[in-house]
Each structure stands twice: as C-alpha cells, then as structure tokens.
C-alpha cells in the first residue's frame, strides 16, 4: 500500500534525524513545495565543528530543561539547517511545507515565519509555550501529524526489544 504525501515526508524527516549527533534529542526536517523536496535538515554543530557525542552536552552538564536556554547549545535546529540549505543553493521555500519530527521552538518558528513558509506538519509536540502563541499569530497552518511509533523505531534504527 502506497503511503499518504504526509506519510511519505514524515518518514523522510525521521530518516533526516538520524544524521543527528545530538545527544539530547535527534530532529529531522524537510521542505516540501507541490511534492517535490527542496531542502533537508538534521540539528547539530555549524559544518566542520566538533559534533555534541563527542564534546558533551552544555545544557545537558547544567541540567537545562528542555525548550529553554537554546543560545547555549552549540548546534543548530533542523529547520534552521533546512533553511541555510536552502538558502545556500538558491532554492526559494516561500509558500513550501516543512515537515519536522518536532513542533519548532520559538527561533525556529520566527526563521520560518520570515522565511515565508505556509505550513507546518510536526509529528511530536515540543515545550515551548511562546513558540506556539507566536505561530498562532502567523498565516502560518500548524498541523500534528505522527507516524506508528513502531513505524518510527523502524526508520531510525532501534529495535523492537
């Protein structure tokens, strides 16, 4: 049976993720414009940095709860990855749909507020209050959509056990 579109990008997102080298959590993203891809993106270090598995954690060392504090982690946001990607080889991602493994936080949502996306598909929620409020300010149309859990342990290699 042949995936939904929804289906068929989420699994790409998740695929994305696992190139993360974040210890905390591992993010995928993928800009979708009229079911082609434009532009991928995973969170870690800026290009040619030391990765997070091999210097640690910061927030992880100070015990910084999740959604907050981001000016202290040294990499990067998936969406934020799939935008400079984007951007770097001239794809245009005006009016295109980002689907992300997780719901932005607040600095990824103003990037793609400014970037001039028209939806976002996240499959698991994020805490971050104010990225919510702010995206629910935009013209931007914010959508859950998950995969089987056991679907997602699949594309990112752990096991059943």
């Given at each position: 049976?042949?995936?939904?579109?929804?289906?068929?990008?989420m699994r790409m997102a998740y695929l994305a993720s696992t190139r993360s080298t974040c210890t905390r959590r591992k993010v995928g993203a993928v800009i979708v414009k009229d079911k082609r891809i434009l532009a991928t993106g995973y969170n870690g270090p800026p290009k040619g940095l030391a990765h997070c598995d091999v210097t640690g954690c910061i927030r992880e060392e100070l015990n910084v709860p999740?959604?907050?504090?981001?000016?202290?982690c040294r990499g990067l946001h998936a969406e934020q990855n799939a935008i400079i990607q984007a951007?770097?080889?001239g794809v245009s991602i005006k009016d295109a749909t980002i689907y992300?493994?997780?719901?932005?936080?607040?600095?990824c949502a103003k990037m793609?507020?400014?970037?001039?996306i028209k939806e976002i598909v996240y499959a698991e929620g994020y805490p971050?209050?104010?990225a919510k409020l702010?995206?629910?300010?935009?013209?931007?149309?914010?959508?859950?959509f998950?995969?089987?859990?056991?679907?997602v342990k699949k594309i990112v290699g752990e096991s059943n056990d």
């Open positions: 049976m042949r995936p939904s579109w929804d289906e068929y990008f999740s959604g907050e504090r981001h000016e202290l951007a770097v080889h992300v493994t997780n719901h932005p936080c607040v600095v793609l507020i400014n970037a001039e971050d209050d104010l702010i995206l629910l300010e935009s013209n931007i149309r914010v959508r859950q998950s995969l089987p859990e056991d679907e």
